[in-house]
């Protein structure tokens, strides 16, 4: 065996794995009927344009994609203002850092 070469592919990469994708698949269904309920930004902080066009996930994705009890709809200003001010954010409950037993007991 030759040292050095580069191997040659038979099959493509896939781009993320079928559960990912399965799981997106997921998400943009519920996006859209969860901003379809919420069309107001959730947010509000100043800069506001009220039209929320985004969800901001306060438990960050992962396995917490899907779960609608963690999303806030938001407009790009007030999402871009939570990204850049975590601290302030996490004090306001746009952030937060539970437990997984704590999360289950959200309202959605």
Same mark, same amino acid.
């Given at each position: 065996?030759? #040292?050095?070469? &580069?191997?040659?592919?038979?099959?493509?990469?896939r781009s993320c794995s079928p559960k990912?994708?399965?799981? #997106?698949?997921? &998400?943009?269904e519920k996006r859209l009927i969860f901003l379809a309920h919420n069309p107001q930004c959730q947010i509000q902080v100043q800069g506001c344009t009220n039209e929320a066009t985004e969800i901001h996930h306060r438990c960050r994705r992962g396995p917490h994609l899907n779960d609608t009890g963690t999303w806030m709809s938001a407009c790009r200003n007030c999402?871009?203002?939570?990204?850049?001010?975590?601290?302030?954010?996490?004090?306001?409950?746009?952030?937060?850092?539970?437990?997984?037993?704590?999360i289950?007991?959200?309202?959605?």
């Amino acid at each position: 065996m030759k #040292m050095g070469g &580069y191997l040659k592919r038979y099959t493509p990469l896939r781009s993320c794995s079928p559960k990912h994708a399965k799981g #997106m698949r997921e &998400y943009r269904e519920k996006r859209l009927i969860f901003l379809a309920h919420n069309p107001q930004c959730q947010i509000q902080v100043q800069g506001c344009t009220n039209e929320a066009t985004e969800i901001h996930h306060r438990c960050r994705r992962g396995p917490h994609l899907n779960d609608t009890g963690t999303w806030m709809s938001a407009c790009r200003n007030c999402h871009d203002w939570v990204e850049t001010h975590a601290s302030q954010a996490r004090a306001m409950g746009f952030i937060l850092t539970l437990r997984k037993s704590l999360i289950s007991s959200l309202p959605t």
